[in-house]
């Protein structure tokens, strides 16, 4: 429970708007590293929304880990993660 609500935060922007063919599209190859950034955000809200489909639930716990200090550092963790299995991907955008 703790893992969903803290990543959750993730999906502060609005979940219903998320393009499902895009997400289909992901790739951890990116031109350059504020992109792969963006995928790692993706990364972590797609595991959010796989671990918790229920966006009611969601929106629900989303005042109680918006304002919990720990469930954000918690969920830049997980971005912080992704980021860097994107980097590593990309070969640190070295050429």
């Known amino acids: 429970m703790l893992l969903v609500a803290s990543t959750a935060f993730i999906t502060a922007q609005d979940s219903d708007t998320t393009d499902t063919t895009k997400q ?12 792969g950034f963006q995928v790692a955000v993706q990364l972590a809200r ?22 919990d200090p720990d469930a954000l550092i918690a969920s830049s963790h997980v971005v912080a993660v992704h980021y860097q299995t994107v980097a590593a991907a990309n070969n640190y955008w070295r050429e």
């Open 46 to 67: 797609k595991g959010v929304t796989t671990t918790q489909p229920d966006k009611d639930v969601l929106f629900m716990l989303r005042d109680v880990y918006s304002k």
């Open 24 to 35: 289909d599209e992901l790739s951890l190859i990116t031109e350059t590293p504020e992109e």
